[in-house]
């Protein structure tokens, strides 16, 4: 069992920047695959990012490419997101998941692939 609290959300002016956490519970947080996803009101939840579960490989949504970067430290069980350049499409409530992993080449991009999932944190962009 995972739990998964996300912070660092709010609101920022177009071309801001924010930086997102999320603190996992539990000793095998680096047997996880870390995702993050966003969900905006009226559409259905979408993939942001996703990394392995020691940190080796990352993989992006097109949308964010070049602009968010996904990180973690296993030592702080500890997965974040850092946002810039931020435009008022990316405004959502942001999600972060975990994904049970053997395999360091493990980069889910499906919400069905994650097991467990954050409260989530709201992301609110003004242009």
């Known amino acids: 069992q995972v739990q998964l609290v996300e912070s660092g959300g709010g609101l920022v002016q177009a071309g801001g920047s924010l930086r997102l956490s999320c603190a996992a519970s539990?000793?095998?947080?680096?047997?996880?695959?870390m995702g993050w996803f966003r969900q905006a009101p009226g559409k259905e939840r979408e993939f942001v990012a996703t990394i392995t579960r020691r940190g080796s490989s990352t993989r992006y949504a097109n949308s964010v490419k070049g602009r968010f970067t996904i990180s973690r430290d296993n030592a702080k069980n500890t997965v974040y997101l850092q946002m810039n350049s931020l435009k008022p499409e990316d405004t959502a409530v942001y999600y972060c998941a975990a994904g049970q992993s053997s395999s360091d080449y493990y980069t889910p991009s499906a919400p069905a692939q994650y097991a467990y999932w954050g409260q989530g944190t709201q992301v609110t962009v003004s242009s």
């Open positions: 539990g000793r095998t947080f680096s047997s996880y695959a």
